[in-house]
């Protein structure tokens, strides 16, 4: 069965930083387009970021921006999202999500075939 296991999340102060991880099992990464999605209590679903199966193309949320690298090791079959500079804002659970699609990517979620279980992330003094 297809998985996604996301990594890294925890607790840190305003100001720090967060490295988590996407690891997928059972289907290999290099055609697939890999979002980041987070999800904060009583809100909606938000694309941060995603990165295209070649690595060519890469989409950041404006909240994100600046702060926030999303980077691939196909080899590895893994993703990886550096989280710098974090706001208690930035507070939610995280869940990355696998496309077909090998040139382009986007955050609609719609679109996604595959989803990890999240992990949570809080940006708290």
């Known amino acids: 069965q297809v998985q996604l296991v996301e990594s890294g999340g925890g607790l840190v102060q305003p100001g720090g930083s967060l490295r988590l991880s996407c690891a997928a099992s059972?289907?290999?990464?290099?055609?697939?387009?890999i979002g980041w999605f987070r999800q904060a209590p009583g809100k909606e679903r938000e694309g941060v970021s995603c990165?295209?199966?070649?690595?060519?193309?890469?989409y950041y949320a404006d909240s994100v921006k600046g702060r926030f690298t999303i980077s691939r090791d196909n080899a590895k079959n893994t993703v990886t999202l550096q989280m710098n500079s974090l706001k208690p804002e930035d507070t939610a659970v995280y869940y990355c999500?696998?496309?077909?699609?090998?040139?382009?990517?986007?955050?609609?979620?719609?679109?996604?075939?595959?989803w990890g279980q999240g992990t949570q992330v809080t940006v708290s003094s």
């Open positions: 999500a696998a496309e077909r699609r090998r040139y382009y990517c986007s955050v609609y979620g719609p679109n996604y075939d595959y």
């Open positions: 059972r289907f290999t990464l290099d055609d697939y387009a």
């Open positions: 990165i295209s199966g070649n690595n060519g193309h890469t």
